[in-house]
């Protein structure tokens, strides 16, 4: 069962544009919700997180929309550079219970200049 | 400031032969996390440690897999038999919030078992 789905496995997107990166999860609990930037050959990178109290979330050309009611959240790139192509993770978790952060499988962005 | 160190960076098996990983997280940070990724998929948490404690090992594969952090800086994870499926790049993390809020991710170590 995954918990946490992206719809997309690979995204393109031209120089300029704005990729949109979409997220959904099944558990209710789930409350905090971070973004992570993975390139070749190297670990993941926190990129931008919210929190399920928020519904938007902005740093830079990073923004997150959240939709609790319908347990989804997009991340929005703005004026996509090539140096974004990297593969984005959507991850969720719940500051309740036993805590783990789960991944969702990832979207692999590449901006053709 | 130092990011965490994971070595080796590559490791190839045949199947049935042991290997073991090694981690040394952040500097100050008291939690430590590895997590296994297949290709074309996200990290998938085997265990963490608060300190020296196991905090969750529910995800390890307790048969072959065991993970320490004697001292509650450096980590090791070992598989004593590996199997093809166990294919998969490694990663450790770390963090110094107990909030979980930023995990700090190594390069990994991608293994191939034949």
């Known amino acids: 069962q995954q918990q946490v789905r992206q719809s997309s496995q690979s995204l393109t997107v031209w120089e300029g544009e704005t990729a949109i990166l979409n997220c959904s999860y099944e558990?209710?609990?789930?409350?905090?919700f971070p973004w992570y930037q993975q390139f070749p050959g190297e670990g993941p990178a926190l990129l931008i997180a919210?929190?399920?109290?928020?519904d938007k979330k902005e740093d830079g050309r990073f923004t997150i929309f959240f939709n609790k009611r319908e347990k989804n959240l997009s991340l929005h790139i703005k004026d996509s550079q090539p140096g974004d192509s990297a593969t984005y993770f959507c991850?969720?978790?719940?500051?309740?219970?036993?805590?783990?952060?789960?991944f969702g499988s990832g979207t692999q962005l590449t901006v053709m200049p | 400031e130092a990011g965490v160190t994971q070595s080796p960076r590559y490791a190839v098996l045949q199947e049935g032969q042991a290997v073991s990983f090694w981690c040394d997280p952040i500097?100050?940070?008291?939690?430590l996390y590895w997590y296994q990724q297949p290709r074309d998929q996200g990290p998938q948490l085997l265990v963490y440690?608060?300190?020296?404690?196991?905090?969750?090992n529910s995800q390890l594969p307790s048969d072959r897999f065991s993970a320490v952090r004697p001292k509650g800086t450096n980590s090791t994870l070992k598989i004593q038999s590996a199997k093809q499926g166990d294919t998969a790049t490694y990663l450790c993390?770390?963090?110094?919030?107990?909030?979980?809020?930023?995990?700090?991710f190594g390069h990994g170590t991608k293994l191939s078992v034949l």
């Open positions: 440690f608060r300190d020296e404690a196991v905090i969750d």
């Open positions: 919210i929190r399920s109290v928020s």
């Open positions: 993390a770390s963090s110094r919030d107990r909030g979980h809020e930023r995990l700090f």
């Open positions: 991850a969720a978790s719940a500051s309740s219970g036993s805590w783990q952060l789960i």
């Open positions: 500097s100050g940070h008291d939690t």
């Open positions: 558990n209710s609990a789930f409350d905090y």
